[in-house]
């Protein structure tokens, strides 16, 4: 994924619209890893030029009380904080593959409109487990489905966020709605052989305002959020009392897949005892007829390497309100709640405190903190569209095994007893959200030196803790960093620190100066692929599948659909940046 300027680093101040001709992203070689998570808001901004950024009462403004997200956690790439173009050229390691990636791209910043277009190939070197030359040929999974065609639009943005209009066409940003019950960083592109590129609407007034986010413009994938709300007393002065709004909120998948099928038109595998099969699955062979009792083996679709899958669509509708109790030149402290409910399924709620503070002079600093509790039903699950869900759909994993297969997430959360998957704990969940950030400007809301953020959610639930740690990086001249640390679905705080790595996304970067047209790019992830490829078989099944004796088959370990794999970048940049008088 990119981090444009209004990525993990965002680019000083911007040339005179005079000087900002040419534009450009320089990417060679950023290939899938190249969909980003949060776009920040220098992205969104117009870029002054750093003599007028110390004129404009705009920037001005924006300093006085700096709003919107300090953070943009999932930051994958860096690009140049200025307008520029350019090719990329180097090594690229994905999973156990190694190629060589060349990547032109440009970027440009016109006024309140940023574009980002960009052209990743990744050519094979050496394939995994071999020594042979890999002919040079054009990675198959970058470029096997339709959206992976909409992947040389890094972004095409208007506005910023919370401003009266905003827009864009983006494949670097997760998404979230509202507080994020339901949808919060979600990332479409957490899969290394998948592209798509989503797309983001917002209009906000001082009466009503709307939000949507598309998962994808090709609609190969059909995650959908969406938020409208109404400010009833907006008219009225003051602080305080205008601020009062109400929400109405959707989020969904309407082509979520339900259960994992054994093959294409193939029944679902049954993850335990069924009114149709009261014994589950058994280890070892019928005594009678000699066939396999364990029908827990898959094989995937030999064209995309994804598992056959029955699939279905999840609905959920919300509430919200919200409201200031607290509002200076500088801070502000607000109330907010939320209901939402699945359709057919359970409901959660949610209350908190959102506290947004700046202080200083030039040297700005601004802090946001949020304290939310939260209880929900037995079949709900808090930002169910979370980081890893385009994962955690077809396989939900779990350290103890609550079924002789692994569900679904839709199995996990709602249960699935046609199937064999039944809600077993059916207590009403009661747990919190804890998040804390800051970032450091200087005398503008596009020239930020330094932010760090970290939060943790947890919950009664099993398999419910998620945190994270960012940091940006672009206070250097010549070297900028970043880096994300993601934990999601952990069974409690003390799995935080466990030693097993598969729901863990690391994300980090480097971008060093070397001459005025020279760069070095480096990446560094842990990302999700379906190791085995397209077409091979899979034993989805664990060791709960026993035979009489009650042993588990001495032949068959469980098999992950998804593994945790490595990815590294390393290029070198050859592009033309342009820069204000002063830089």
Avoid at 305 to 310: F, V
Wanted: charged share 20%.
């Amino acid at each position: 994924m990119t981090a444009g300027p209004s990525e993990g680093v965002i680019r000083r101040l911007r040339p005179s619209s005079s000087k900002a001709i040419a534009c450009a992203v320089v990417a060679l070689g950023a290939v899938h890893v190249a969909h980003v998570a949060h776009a920040q808001e220098g992205m969104e901004a117009s870029r002054p030029v750093r003599g007028e950024a110390k004129t404009s009462s705009a920037s001005a403004a924006d300093l006085v009380f700096v709003k919107g997200d300090l953070v943009h956690v999932g930051t994958r790439e860096l690009l140049s904080r200025y307008d520029h173009a350019g090719i990329r050229v180097g090594p690229h390691i994905l999973g156990k593959d190694f190629f060589l990636g060349v990547d032109p791209g440009f970027a440009y910043y016109p006024g309140d409109w940023g574009i980002s277009l960009h052209a990743p190939l990744n050519m094979l070197l050496l394939k995994a487990g071999t020594s042979e030359f890999g002919g040079m040929l054009i990675r198959k999974q970058d470029w096997d489905e339709p959206a992976d065609f909409a992947r040389v639009v890094r972004f095409i943005s208007y506005g910023r966020r919370e401003s009266p209009l905003y827009f864009g066409i983006t494949s670097i940003r997760p998404h979230s709605i509202g507080h994020g019950l339901l949808m919060q960083d979600y990332q479409p592109n957490i899969d290394i052989d998948r592209s798509m590129t989503g797309g983001v609407f917002e209009t906000n007034s001082r009466y009503i305002g709307a939000q949507l986010r598309v998962a994808d413009v090709t609609f190969q994938n059909r995650v959908v959020g969406a938020l409208a709300y109404l400010k009833p007393l907006g008219f009225v002065d003051g602080e305080i009392i205008s601020s009062l709004s109400f929400g109405v909120e959707y989020a969904g998948d309407w082509k979520a897949p339900r259960c994992v099928r054994t093959g294409e038109d193939a029944p679902c595998v049954v993850g335990g005892p069924t009114a149709a099969n009261p014994a589950g699955n058994q280890a070892g062979p019928d005594p009678l007829t000699g066939a396999s009792r364990d029908h827990t083996f898959i094989r995937t679709d030999p064209d995309f390497g994804r598992p056959y899958t029955e699939d279905t669509s999840i609905h959920a509708i919300g509430f919200s309100g919200e409201m200031r109790f607290m509002k200076t030149e500088r801070s502000d402290l607000k109330l907010y709640g939320t209901y939402h409910q699945f359709l057919e399924h359970g409901a959660g709620i949610a209350g908190g405190i959102l506290g947004r503070f700046t202080v200083g002079e030039g040297q700005v600093h601004a802090f946001r903190l949020r304290a939310e509790y939260r209880t929900f039903d037995a079949d709900f699950a808090p930002n169910y569209f979370d980081t890893l869900y385009e994962v955690t759909k077809y396989q939900f994993a779990r350290l103890t095994p609550r079924a002789q297969t692994t569900p679904t997430k839709y199995q996990a959360v709602f249960g699935d007893p046609e199937n064999g998957y039944t809600l077993t704990d059916t207590d009403r969940r009661h747990g919190f959200r804890l998040e804390a950030s800051w970032a450091w400007f200087d005398e503008s809301r596009t020239n930020k030196l330094m932010a760090f953020g970290i939060g943790i959610s947890d919950s009664s639930a099993r398999d419910d803790t998620d945190f994270f740690a960012h940091l940006e990086l672009p206070l250097l001249k010549y070297l900028q960093v970043f880096g994300t640390v993601l934990r999601i679905n952990s069974d409690g705080v003390g799995d935080l620190f466990a030693t097993e790595r598969d729901n863990i996304v690391v994300l980090s970067g480097l971008r060093l100066q070397i001459l005025p047209i020279l760069f070095i790019n480096a990446h560094y992830s842990r990302s999700f692929q379906i190791i085995r490829g397209a077409g091979h078989e899979f034993h989805i099944g664990n060791s709960t599948i026993v035979d009489e004796s009650g042993a588990p088959s001495p032949f068959f370990s469980a098999d992950k659909i998804f593994e945790n794999v490595q990815t590294l970048f390393v290029e070198l940049e050859l592009g033309i940046e342009f820069k204000g008088d002063d830089e």
